[in-house]
């Protein structure tokens, strides 16, 4: 082929950095394309099957436009490689492994080959654009921004940040809340997403997070790290609960917040279209944190299911709108802020549902143990609840009640006993002809009642149990009115793998036995 000396073309330098600049990457991003769009003309016009590259020297601006070909022992392609002999014979230094490099005459750029090297440049230069996009908000999700909008499609708020275009969709704006073209918006990074088509850059203006980092720019104790916003509840637009804690004992978090007649607030209340907002002190213990949630309703009494994390809240009678708030609000939000499931009763209701429970459990021992309203009345005020209790708990905690002695105690435990066992004996009666498999009924933890509970509710074969998801078979159970037919989670899943166990055993037997190539006539 043949040969010539580099060519000088500073002009290139000069529009690598204009593009550079204007584009906001790195210079030797854009003379790497500029690189492979002259290669990829080469290639056009001395043949792709050749190894040709360009090399743009980046400080004079000469091109260089090189043949590649590879050192080998054994040829396989010409164009891509030499025989040893021959390649020493032009660099005695030459090794397998090594690459020989021909200079190559400059290109004279056709109309086609200018346009399809542009395409090359600028297809480049938008791939660098994009990742410089991403690495730059990647690690800016949680920050507020400010930006521009630039158009709104179908409600839809495309915003301007400057080096990037972000989207705030119309879920992620408040209520009634409408942008045009040019204004300045201020919201939340939440997601950045690298896509085909560039990064993807999600704003909200209704993630909780959204008013938090709102309180960190309008108290400076927050921004200090002296407050800590420890919970934050939404409903966007309407109304929000805040949860703060100081770590400094001479710093009030609720005031802080509030500012000097309320002006901290009232910024963020302003940015975020007059959002009521109640600022709230966190605490470590549940039911004081609950009961300042539910705030500015006054509480009277908590009752606290850690297991099941739900809390009973008990509230004067005139209070009780107050604490539950418009269509729910008040309580819904106190919920979300505390992460506990929160019941609401007046001390009416709470009266009356205790009065109920002391019958029904009073009754059910005057039944089952043939006693009188007194002994009855004893054992539930000493807080027995159930047959189960009374069958098994020590001897000694039953004659510590008043006017009973080990005597008693002792022919309570075996009246309760006697009872329990005949009512398992019905209960696997109920269950026998409800059809319950007796694979199922073999499954260990599984109690009469729960048998029965299942068969009741067309869970009749192993099979059926199986299929079952843990909280499901949990809340199955907890609607029982049927004695030992409660269970926990834990329990709940770890019965349901029992179950699953011989799915697992026949599929392995599958896998072990090969199928017969044909089975006999007249046999299955």
Known sequence: METTTAYARPELLQVADTVARDKGIDKDEVLEAMEQAIQKAGRSKYGQEYDIRAEIDRRSGE?????????????????????????????????????ITDPLPPIDFGRIAAQTAKQVIVQKVRDAERQRQFNEFKDRVGEIVNGLVKRVEFGNVVVDLGRAEAMLRRDELLPRESFRQGERVRAYIYDVR???????????????????????????????????????????????????????SSVDPVGACVGMRGSRVQAVVGELQGEKIDIIPWSSDPATFVVNALAPAEVSKVVMDEEQRRIEVVVPDDQLSLAIGRRGQNVRLASQLTGWDIDILTEAEESERRTEEFRTRSQLFIDALDIDEVIAHLLVTEGFGSLE????????????????????????????????????????????????????????????????????NGVKTLDDFADLAGDELV??????????????????NALIMAARAHWFDEADADAAVPAPASAPAGKE
Do not use: C
């Open 63 to 99: 091109i260089r436009l090189l043949r590649f070909r590879e050192v080998v022992d054994a040829i396989e392609n010409e164009a891509t490689q030499i025989a040893l002999e021959a390649a020493q014979r032009l660099n005695l230094e030459a090794e397998i492994g090594d690459f």
């Open 389 to 456: 209790e009374i069958a098994f708990v020590a001897v000694e905690d039953l004659a510590e009640i008043e006017g009973f002695d080990t005597d008693v105690a002792a022919e309570l435990q075996e009246r309760a006993r006697n009872a329990l066992e005949r009512r398992d004996r019905e209960y696997e009666e109920r269950y026998r002809e409800l059809g319950v498999a007796d694979d199922l009924i073999a499954l260990d933890a599984l109690t009469p009642g729960m048998l029965v509970t299942l068969g009741e």
């Open 475 to 492: 809340e199955l159970l907890a609607g029982s009115d049927k004695g030992g037919a409660k269970l926990e989670l834990d329990d709940a």
């Open 194 to 248: 690298p896509e085909t088509r560039g990064p993807q850059i999600f704003l909200s203006r209704t993630h909780p997070q959204f008013m938090a980092k709102l309180f960190a720019q309008e108290v400076p104790e927050i921004y200090d790290g002296i407050i800590e916003i420890k919970a934050v509840a939404r409903d966007p637009g309407s109304r929000a609960k805040i949860a703060v804690i100081s770590r400094d």
